[in-house]
Structures are given as C-alpha cells and as structure tokens.
C-alpha cells in the first residue's frame, strides 16, 4: 500500500536558521531519502518553496477564485512529502518517524485512495 507521508514544519523558524544549519538539515534528509530508496520504499519526494509562495484556488457557482497563501492560516506549514510503499500502517509509521522534521515539526500519514479500475 502506499502512504503519502506530509512534513510540516515553521517557515518562520527555518527562515531563522543559518546558512550552516539549513546546509545540516539537508545533508539529514539527504541521507534519510537515500536509506527509504535504498530499502524499496521511495515512489517520490520533494521539498516545497515556503508557504508564501502558495496560491488557493477554489470554485464557487462556476467561478474561479484565487487567493495568494494557504488555504488556512496555521504555525507549521505543509513543507514536502514523500510517497512510500509499506506493507502496513506501522510500516509507514516507522518510516515517518525517522524523517528529520518530526523532530520540530510533525508528519502526517495518509493511505493514498485506492481505486478499483475495472476493464
């Protein structure tokens, strides 16, 4: 099964952090991205550019609106995912466990939608 694991992390702390630090956490998520490839879990994965740079559509009476920013305001931000293939919740919940922001942020995980295809 696959499981969509989101970090949320402070876009105001890590704007806070230096060169030095920000250099340390991407080396951690490097060598983290390079374990769950290693082990056949990986199917995607990136990094997102900070909240401030999203955009919210939504539809309402056939008309599209736009607003600059997320869709709601909160103090962690959605900052990257991976997409992982574990047998099980628990797998999925081991691997979420190791990403480096579950140290300052929080992970969510959620199955992806399973859709019967029939032919």
Same mark, same amino acid.
């Given at each position: 099964? &696959?499981?969509? %694991? /989101?970090?949320? #992390?402070?876009?105001?702390?890590? !704007? #806070?952090?230096?060169?030095?630090? @920000?250099?340390?956490?991407?080396?951690?998520? $490097?060598?983290?991205?390079?374990?769950?490839? &290693?082990? !056949?879990?990986?199917?995607?994965?990136? !990094? /997102? &550019? *900070?909240?401030?740079?999203?955009?919210?559509?939504?539809?309402?009476? $056939?008309?599209?609106?736009?607003?600059? +920013? *997320?869709?709601?305001?909160? @103090?962690? &931000? %959605? +900052? $990257?995912?991976? %997409?992982?293939?574990?047998?099980? %919740?628990?797998?999925? /919940?081991? /691997?979420?466990? #190791?990403?480096?922001?579950?140290?300052? $942020?929080?992970?969510?995980?959620? *199955?992806?939608?399973?859709?019967?295809? *029939? #032919?």
């Amino acid at each position: 099964m &696959q499981y969509l %694991l /989101l970090i949320y #992390r402070s876009d105001a702390e890590y !704007g #806070r952090m230096t060169a030095d630090d @920000r250099k340390a956490v991407t080396a951690e998520y $490097g060598a983290y991205t390079q374990s769950i490839i &290693q082990s !056949g879990h990986f199917k995607a994965g990136d !990094g /997102l &550019q *900070p909240v401030s740079t999203a955009t919210t559509v939504r539809v309402r009476d $056939g008309k599209t609106m736009t607003t600059d +920013g *997320p869709f709601a305001e909160t @103090r962690e &931000q %959605l +900052g $990257g995912y991976y %997409l992982v293939e574990a047998k099980d %919740l628990d797998t999925a /919940l081991g /691997l979420a466990a #190791r990403i480096p922001g579950a140290k300052t $942020g929080s992970i969510e995980v959620r *199955p992806v939608m399973i859709y019967d295809n *029939p #032919r």
